[in-house]
Every structure is written in structure tokens, then in C-alpha cells.
């Protein structure tokens, strides 16, 4: 069984540095030894990190009440009920909102499919484990392979992700000051360890392309960003998918005119370990997390390029808040408990999950 580590060298070996894209995908997603394949309790008090599904039901009740209003607008419009979720991990979050709907919308859950879309058959078998309750849930690896019950119908229902976004590959480009031009980051060996390497980037967005003068002017050297070319993929393919209906995706990011900041010199990737934040991304590959902030700004436009309308871009606590604000007269929001009060304030509080996640909501009517 090869593992990262393995993986990553022999490419090195083979090719020169490679770009840090490619090393943070084998170490988060190689075959059967990356990060995310060996790792189902990563989440929680005793993983890496906490997530906003980690901290109890409530998010989940949250978002099941804002999805059967949503689905109750499509079944108006003499729709299909579905809900898609990408970035299931070990299938919490899917069982948060299906006890909600069960529970409280038992007549609209009976009228919904609920599809996982999931690549990984090991990711699949934990979600299957933790939903053998419910049997309106399947699964399929990709959107391009995902089929419906009614073969015949249009893709309608709600497509939605939490955390996903931040954790696909991306790019580590640099500023060289003195040449004026941007570099990519890369990785060689040193010896047996990793370093870093500048190397030529094959292509430029075109929105650094595009940067004004002004701001390279100013920019120190090395000073460097992220962008991630196989999250707005995603959000292409996501949205290519939806006949009608909404896509969401609940992330930590900012927009374009936040991505340029002297307290981020050296970009927002980070490394998660046992609830240590650490800026050494080239460490104990597939045993830690890589994350970087998603730029909203570049999913947004792919999804209004694709025909989406706009129909949201939040906070996390502004998008709870709205719907608390609309529950208060259902059961369990009329009056949350201690722990129901303590999860909300961990989801929306500033000095906790309510900082840095923002949502999007994008439709196609």
C-alpha cells in the first residue's frame, strides 16, 4: 500500500518539483493512505479540528428546516424533491437533517431522494454505517454519474456542501518583487524532506492577470495567494447539474476585495493537527489537514457564468440567525434548551465558528 509520502517522492524522482496542488491533493486524498481515507474521526474534541457539524445537531435542524422550505417551493412548482450533498465525511451532518425532516416533515421526507455524492468507496461506507436508517439515501461518486430513481426526470432539489470547498487542492502563487511577475510555489526534496521550490506557473488566472499596478507596486516579496481552480470546476459542475432549484455551499473564505491583506503575507493555507494550528504544510503528510480560505468572490462569478441567479452571500451567523428568526414558532427552535443555546452561540459567536464562514445560496429558476 503505497502511502503519500511514497507517492509524492517517486513523482518528485521522476518529474523535478512538483506544484504544491498536486502535493496537497496525494496528501489529503492518495488511494487508501491520504488524510482524508485513513481519517474518520479527524472532526470533533478528539480529532484535528471542529466543525460547525462537530458541535451538535443544531446546525443540521437548522438547515433541514430552511431545506423543506425550499423544497416545499418546488413541490409547488410540480418539481422532484432532492437533496444532494457533496463533502459528506462520515455522514453526520446527512443524519442531523433526515432526523429533523423525519421527525418534524415526515410526510415531505417520504416524497424525497437523498444522494450523497461521494468518490470514495471507503468515505462511502462510513456514511452508509452512520445512515443505515434511512432508505431514501444513495450514493453516487461524481455528478457526472449521478442517476435518479425516475431515469426520465430533470434535475431538480437543493445541491449543497459544508466545509468541502476549503479543502480541494489549490495553488500557491508568489510575487517576485524585483521581476515584477508572479512564481508558483512548489515542492522538491531535500534529501528525503520536503521544501519548497519556485517554479513557473503554466498559466495565471485571469484575475491575477489583471491585478491593478498600483497594488503590485506595494506587494513585499514573496508575498503570496491561493487560488483553486478544482473548487470553481466544482461549482461549474455542480451547477451544470440543477435544472432548478439551489446550490449552497457553507465555507471559511472572503471575497476578492479581502484577499489582499498585510496580515496574510503568506496566504491562508493552514495545517490542523490535534487542534494545533501550524504554518509547516510539508509535515507529517496524511496525518495532518490542509485547508485555505475559499474565494467567493470567483465561485460566485462561475456560478452567474453558468445561468445562476445570486440569491445570498452571508455570514454563517447572518444565514442561522435568518432562520432561527423564522423557526421560532417550531419545535425544537420555540425554546432551545442550555446545550441547543451554547451549540448556536459556538456556530455564530465571533471568537468561535461565526468569524471567518460565509454562506452562499445560488438559484436557477
Known amino acids: 500500500m503505497k502511502m503519500p509520502t511514497d507517492a509524492i517522492r517517486e513523482e518528485i524522482l521522476q518529474s523535478g518539483a512538483i506544484p504544491f496542488a498536486r502535493f496537497m491533493e496525494l496528501a489529503l486524498y492518495c488511494p487508501e493512505t491520504g488524510y482524508y481515507e485513513t481519517n474518520k474521526d479527524n472532526v470533533g474534541r478528539a480529532g484535528d479540528f471542529i466543525t460547525s ?14 431545506f423543506a422550505e ?6 409547488i412548482a410540480n418539481c422532484e424533491l432532492r ?24 410526510k415531505l421526507l417520504s416524497e424525497i431522494e437523498y444522494c ?3 468518490p470514495s468507496l471507503r468515505r462511502q461506507e462510513w456514511q452508509q454505517e452512520t445512515l443505515k436508517a434511512f432508505p431514501n439515501v444513495y450514493w453516487s461518486s461524481s455528478f457526472e454519474n449521478l442517476k435518479f430513481k425516475n431515469k426520465n426526470s430533470k434535475k431538480y432539489g437543493i445541491v449543497f456542501s459544508n466545509e468541502l470547498l476549503d479543502a480541494f487542492p489549490v495553488r500557491r502563487l508568489g510575487w517576485d518583487a524585483k521581476a515584477k511577475n ?30 491593478p499596478s498600483a497594488l503590485l507596486s506595494i506587494l513585499p516579496d514573496n508575498y503570496t495567494i491561493e487560488t483553486s481552480p478544482v473548487a470553481e470546476n466544482w461549482w461549474r459542475d455542480a451547477a451544470g447539474i440543477l ?7 457553507i465555507d471559511y473564505g472572503f471575497n476578492s476585495d479581502e484577499q489582499f491583506s498585510p496580515a496574510r503575507l503568506n496566504g491562508t493555507l493552514r495545517a490542523y493537527h490535534r487542534h494545533h494550528v501550524s504554518d509547516d504544510l510539508l509535515a507529517n503528510v496524511g496525518e495532518q489537514d490542509l485547508t485555505a480560505h475559499v474565494n467567493f468572490s470567483a465561485i460566485q462569478k462561475v456560478g452567474e457564468e453558468a445561468g445562476l441567479k445570486t440569491e445570498n452571500y452571508c455570514t454563517q451567523p447572518q444565514f442561522l440567525t435568518r432562520i432561527l428568526q423564522k423557526a421560532v414558532t417550531e419545535k425544537p427552535f420555540a425554546s432551545l434548551d442550555a446545550k441547543q443555546i451554547r451549540q448556536f452561540q459556538t456556530l455564530t459567536h465571533p471568537e468561535h465558528l461565526g468569524r471567518a464562514f460565509r454562506v452562499l445560496v445560488q438559484s436557477r429558476a
Open 53 to 66: 457539524v462537530s458541535v451538535g445537531s443544531l446546525f443540521g435542524e437548522l438547515l433541514a428546516f430552511q
Open 70 to 75: 425550499w423544497l416545499e417551493e418546488l413541490r
Open 83 to 106: 437533496i444532494v450533498e457533496a463533502g459528506a465525511h462520515d455522514g453526520k451532518l446527512a443524519a442531523d437533517i433526515l432526523n429533523w425532516l423525519q421527525i418534524h416533515r415526515s
Open 116 to 118: 450523497i455524492i461521494e
Open 182 to 211: 508572479w512564481f508558483e510555489w512548489g515542492v522538491a526534496l531535500d534529501g528525503k524532506n520536503f521544501t519548497w521550490a519556485k517554479i513557473s506557473p503554466t498559466d495565471l488566472p485571469s484575475a491575477i492577470c489583471h491585478l
Open 243 to 249: 435544472a432548478h432549484g439551489k446550490l449552497l455551499a
